[in-house]
């Protein structure tokens, strides 16, 4: 597609109930990050998925929350028994592969998943 | 281990006058720094990146900012403001040593008066 590409744009859901967040991203990129952006928090670091090297995860911020990439596409972020403090709105990206000695990738971002957790 | 710290949550302008958000970091290696513009209810947008090659970049929406090594930092400006600048900003840095995970900026929300 033209863009990234994140489903559900909203998500309304019970307290201990999982939920699953998908990203699309843009055709041919290889780097994909996954950022939470709450109230007052600002946007923080999830997950990165670069090609078929193994995902950094060091920004999750507990076991509960997981996520996938399949055949290098695709990404599927799962938060389970999910808390009131899960809730915010999740921002996938996508991007080319490191370019050149500067690395300084263009992230493409999606309009995000907002979560809220009752 | 990078930082970012934009000195203003908020900036209110008139409408026709400069903008000015201010942005500092801090990076043990040679960084790459961008602006994002997000509109509300809507994603993230690039204006514009400094990747080490010329200081005062020129971005979209007649936007530019200048890399200033001596200072760590990389003010956003732009010469006058427009109504449909209203949003929030954010400042980012990023280093290929850390894997090229971008590091926020806690925002700035400009507010343009008519």
């Known amino acids: 597609g033209a863009g990234v590409s994140q489903s559900p744009s909203n998500k309304v859901t019970e307290k201990g109930k999982d939920v699953e967040l998908r990203c699309d991203p843009i055709s041919g990129h290889t780097a994909l990050y996954w950022y939470r952006q709450s109230l007052g928090q600002g946007l923080e670091f999830l997950i990165y998925?670069?090609?078929?090297?193994?995902?950094?995860k060091s920004g999750l911020p507990s076991d509960r929350f997981s996520a996938e990439r399949t055949g290098g596409s695709v990404s599927t972020l799962t938060i389970q028994r999910t808390q009131q403090e899960d809730s915010a709105v999740y921002l996938c990206?996508?991007?080319?592969?490191?370019?050149?000695?500067?690395?300084?990738?263009?992230?493409?971002f999606g309009a995000g998943s907002r979560l809220t957790v009752l | 281990a990078q930082s970012v710290t934009q000195l203003d949550s908020h900036v209110s302008v008139s409408e026709g006058t400069p903008v000015l958000l201010r942005c500092n970091y801090s990076s043990s290696y040679s960084p790459s720094l961008f602006w994002y513009v997000q509109h509300p209810n809507k994603g993230l947008q690039l204006l514009l990146k400094y990747t080490s090659a010329a200081t005062l970049v020129k971005g979209i929406n007649g936007f530019e900012a200048e890399f200033k090594k001596s200072e760590t930092s990389f003010h956003l400006t732009k010469p006058s403001a427009h109504m449909s600048d209203a949003a929030e900003y954010f400042c980012?840095?990023?280093?290929?040593?850390?894997?090229?995970?971008?590091?926020f900026g806690g925002g700035t929300r400009v507010l343009v008066k008519p």
């Open positions: 998925f670069q090609g078929n090297s193994a995902p950094d």
């Open positions: 990206a996508s991007s080319l592969a490191l370019q050149g000695s500067s690395g300084a990738n263009v992230l493409t």
């Open positions: 980012v840095v990023t280093v290929k040593a850390a894997g090229n995970k971008l590091t």
